[in-house]
């Protein structure tokens, strides 16, 4: 009986000696929706516990974010006004533009980055501009997506993460950056993100999905694992600082295969439908709430660096305790 695993496993000390992956709140990132309009504070019926908000009920929330030690928020602006080109995604006073200077105005606790996508903020819902024929017109997105990353840094947003997917467009947005002096923004890349059905809850949230079509020419297909090292490949090339998996949960292999070929930060976004349905367990009683510990834990182990998580705020609470 010389080889005995369970020495290592027999008081919660030794455990905690050769325990290999450590989740934090320092690892999380907290999504956000801010609306356009006022006195609006609402519950997404799909994201049981994430809400709307609109700038002027902020407040509470941030404060509340940064009392539980998160440090790290992602942006996502909803519009009233929606038209072709997206165009409120790039005004200064657009609402993701207002939203960083409110957040920066109530405290400097937080590390704001924003997503920079124009599906939020165009009529057809797709995620870049349409040519003629109503395809998505990669080159001319460039120029539209160029312009949204300028105008979130120009209002002090800390770091910009493109979202939209289209070729090309990190390096893009990095010269636009640089030549306008915000050569210090990182850019944090959703490189292999997958035409996924686990977005449902987030774009009844955001008001997002497309009118018509799918995203299936822009974003990856799901059968797919060597095309994400493509994808990530490219990326880091084009000058993006951290690259990211989305969704997480039916990716892990993807957040390990990145791991383990390239070395550069990875964050991993666990998604609306993800957090949906375990959300949803924990609170009908079907799981225990450390399931929400172990799942994220899994995303680490796998190999991710950072984890973008509507759950943030319920792990800052459990790991309190
Ligand atoms: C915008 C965007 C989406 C998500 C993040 N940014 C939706 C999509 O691509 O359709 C999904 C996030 C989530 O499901 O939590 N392009």
Request: net charge negative.
């Amino acid at each position: 009986m010389n080889k005995r695993p369970r020495r290592l496993r027999s008081n919660p000390l030794v455990r905690g000696l050769v325990k290999e992956t450590v989740l934090q709140v320092s690892d999380l990132i907290y999504p956000l929706f801010i609306i356009e309009g006022n006195h609006i504070k609402e519950e997404i019926s799909s994201l049981k516990g994430v809400y709307r908000f609109s700038l002027d009920k902020l407040e509470e929330e941030i404060n509340e974010i940064v009392q539980l030690g998160i440090q790290y928020v992602l942006i996502f602006g909803i519009p009233q006004h929606k038209d072709n080109r997206g165009s409120q995604a790039y005004d200064d006073e657009g609402i993701v533009q207002k939203a960083v200077k409110k957040i920066k105005s109530i405290t400097d606790k937080l590390y704001v980055i924003t997503d920079v996508c124009m599906c939020e903020y165009t009529s057809h819902g797709h995620c870049g501009i349409l040519n003629e024929k109503g395809d998505v017109d990669n080159e001319k997105s460039l120029y539209y997506l160029g312009q949204v990353a300028l105008s979130h840094a120009k209002a002090g947003a800390d770091m910009i993460a493109p979202s939209d997917m289209m070729d090309g467009r990190v390096g893009y947005m990095r010269k636009e950056l640089d030549e306008w002096g915000y050569t210090h923004t990182p850019i944090m890349s959703y490189s292999a993100k997958y035409a996924s059905s686990f977005y449902g809850p987030f774009r009844e949230a955001a008001g997002s999905a497309p009118t018509f079509g799918d995203r299936k020419s822009y974003q990856m297909d799901y059968a797919n694992s060597n095309e994400a090292l493509r994808e990530v490949a490219l990326d880091i090339e084009e000058g993006a600082d951290i690259v990211m998996v989305k969704p997480a949960l039916a990716y892990l292999d993807i957040i390990r295969r990145v791991k383990d070929t390239f070395n550069i930060p990875i964050a991993a976004y666990n998604v609306s439908g993800e957090y949906a349905m375990l959300k949803l367990a924990v609170e009908q009683g079907l799981l225990d709430e450390k399931a929400i510990i172990e799942t994220l834990l899994s995303i680490k182990r796998a190999g991710a660096d950072i984890i973008i998580t509507y759950f943030a705020k319920d792990i800052a609470k459990l790991l309190k305790d």
